[in-house]
Structures are given as structure tokens and as C-alpha cells.
Nanobody, 115 residues
Framework: QVQLVESGGGLVQAGGSLSLSCLAS????????VDWYRQAPGKQRLLVAT???????NYADSVKGRFTISRDNAKNTVYLQMNDLKPEDTAVYYC?????????WGQGTQVTVSS
């Protein structure tokens, strides 16, 4: 069983920064890729960034150059540093990991960017 807990969301003005954290339980966390998704009101949940177990990263075009995903396996934590935030980044942000074909999700953390 894997449990994920996101934190770090909040209200920020456009152009500001936030750093999200995803703390995972379970020793197998370090062996798996971890994703950050976001879901705006009334919209689909979209993939924002991925980090593999080896540290390779991939980003949605909308956040390239502004967001950075990283991981600290010793702390079972994945981070999402978000810079130059825009109102369209407003959403609930979720981290997710797939282990043995089962998708695990956190409860999400709200990010609100005011213009």
C-alpha cells in the first residue's frame, strides 16, 4: 500500500512562486516514476510533470521553463517548484505513482494564482 500526501499549495500573485511536496509512504517509492497532475474546476486532470526513478524529467508544454520536478529518495519526497505562476496555473495539484499496475493518488493541494 502506498500513501501520498501533497503539501505546499496556497494563494500567490501572478509571477510568484510556490513549491509543492509529495511525501510517500512505502519503501518502493524510489523505484518508481512519479507524476504531478493538476485539475482546474470543470476540466480534466492533466499531466504536468514526470520524474523517473533515475531522475529523468518530462514536462507539459504549458509549464516548460517555469516548473521543475525533483525527488529526494532518502526522504521519499518528490517536489514541484513552480515559478512565474500564471492565473491559468490555478488548479488542484495531485501527485501520483503507479506500483504493480495500481495507480495511487494523493488528496491534492490547491494552488490559486491571482492576476
Amino acid at each position: 500500500q502506498v500513501q501520498l500526501v501533497e503539501s505546499g499549495g496556497g494563494l500567490v500573485q501572478a509571477g510568484g512562486s510556490l513549491s509543492l511536496s509529495c511525501l510517500a509512504s512505502g519503501s518502493i517509492f524510489s523505484s518508481n516514476a512519479v507524476d504531478w497532475y493538476r485539475q482546474a474546476p470543470g476540466k480534466q486532470r492533466l499531466l504536468v510533470a514526470t520524474i523517473t526513478s533515475g531522475g529523468s524529467t518530462n514536462y507539459a508544454d504549458s509549464v516548460k521553463g517555469r516548473f521543475t520536478i525533483s525527488r529526494d529518495n532518502a526522504k521519499n519526497t518528490v517536489y514541484l517548484q513552480m515559478n512565474d505562476l500564471k492565473p491559468e496555473d490555478t488548479a488542484v495539484y495531485y501527485c501520483s505513482v503507479t506500483v504493480w499496475g495500481i495507480d495511487y493518488w494523493g488528496q491534492g493541494t490547491q494552488v490559486t494564482v491571482s492576476s
